[in-house]
């Protein structure tokens, strides 16, 4: 599965962005999708996913400000982000695999997009 994000860039603290992620490729063997991102110095940590049937799963620092959702005719994945924080500057990395125990096991990454809050 071959997966290309876009959407990323600067944003002042409280302001909103969206990231978009395609898949292409051998997709029949996904049923999940979702984000992942890495600030400077820092793991990689989950973000956020939506499985095929739409249920979702959100780290704790992004709920109820981000919502993750699914085009499946599209085959693309959402990432809207509002009030946005220092704290969420980050590389974001889409990714898709298998929705395992409520949450994405991821198996193909995405290049990142970069997103800064900075005012």
């Known amino acids: 599965v071959q997966l290309q994000a876009s959407g990323g860039g600067l944003v002042q603290p409280g302001g909103s962005l969206r990231l978009s992620c395609a898949a292409s490729g051998s997709i029949f063997s996904i049923n999940a999708m979702g984000w992942y991102r890495q600030a400077p110095g820092k793991q990689r940590e989950f973000v956020a996913a939506v499985s095929s049937g739409g249920r979702t799963k959100y780290a704790d620092s992004v709920k109820g400000r981000f919502t993750v959702s699914r085009a499946n005719a599209k085959n693309t994945v959402y990432l809207q982000m509002n009030s946005l924080k220092f704290e969420d500057t980050a590389v974001y990395y889409c990714?898709?695999?298998?929705?395992?125990?409520?949450?994405?096991?991821?198996?193909?990454w995405g290049q990142g997009t970069q997103l800064t809050v900075s005012s």
């Open positions: 990714n898709a695999g298998r929705w395992v125990s409520g949450t994405i096991d991821p198996d193909s």
